[in-house]
């Protein structure tokens, strides 16, 4: 089966630079999703990995490890609006490429 | 480009009732997918399907059906609801036909509150 792990909490300052950590166990590795979404809100796609290594994407990179199952977020210059739930997601082989999220960490961004 | 649309917004059924919840994408995607969130669990993927006429079980399909009969729509059936299905439901839909990015869309989502 598929798991994934990310904090449930992280809590950082407008200006600063956070760090969103996701384990994941799965079958058919296919790639790496990062989303945002905001209270009240539909989740919205940030980044993708599928190989090794840092994508970067304006204040937003994600980092990617396959060897040891492993990605992260990082969020640059923290900005109040940056205050929402961020989901990673592992896009697995089986059953036709389906996604599976984890549960999801919350970030507050404090003034 | 409406994009992703889900009907109805909100809605509250009594336990035992039935109901249809509709997706829509104008995209022309293919692959299409309902999930659940509860708080503090994150999307839950019920079922999906990877093309018109084609559905697959996710994790939690228990209680679920769905159907694709057109390309552009993905239909989420409740035949008897029971208050362990009070959730958000959403829709999201994606182009990847296999592998490759899978950047997916989300609808704006269905309260759904169980008696």
């Known amino acids: 089966g598929q798991s994934l792990e990310q904090p449930s909490e992280v809590t950082a300052v407008e200006g600063a630079i956070v760090q969103i950590n996701c384990t994941y166990q799965?079958?058919?590795?296919?790639?790496l999703s990062w989303y945002q979404q905001h209270d009240g809100g539909a989740p919205t796609f940030l980044s993708y990995?599928?190989?090794?290594g840092l994508e970067e994407t304006g204040r937003f990179s994600s980092f990617l490890s396959r060897s040891d199952s492993y990605g992260y977020l990082l969020l640059q210059e923290l900005q109040m609006k940056d205050s929402a739930s961020y989901f990673c997601?592992?896009?697995?082989?089986?059953?036709?490429?389906?996604?599976?999220f984890g549960a999801g960490t919350r970030l507050f961004v404090k003034a | 480009n409406a994009g992703v649309t889900q009907t109805p917004k909100f809605r509250v059924l009594k336990t035992g009732q039935s109901m249809t919840l509709l997706c829509a994408q104008d995209?022309?995607?293919?692959?299409m997918y309902w999930y659940r969130q509860d708080p503090g669990m994150g999307l839950r993927l019920i079922h999906y399907?990877?093309?018109?006429?084609?559905?697959a079980k996710g994790e939690v399909p228990d209680g679920y059906n769905v159907s694709r009969l057109k390309k552009q729509n993905f239909l989420l059936g409740l035949e008897s609801a029971a208050p362990s299905q009070t959730s958000v439901y959403f829709c999201?839909?994606?182009?990847?036909?296999?592998?490759?990015?899978?950047?997916?869309?989300f609808g704006p989502g269905t309260r759904l509150t169980v008696l």
């Open positions: 999201a839909s994606s182009y990847s036909r296999s592998g490759g990015t899978d950047t997916q869309y």
């Open positions: 799965t079958s058919g590795f296919y790639g």
């Open positions: 990995n599928a190989l090794d």
């Open positions: 997601a592992v896009r697995d082989r089986g059953g036709g490429f389906k996604t599976i």
């Open positions: 995209m022309n995607h293919e692959y």
């Open positions: 399907s990877v093309g018109e006429g084609t559905t």
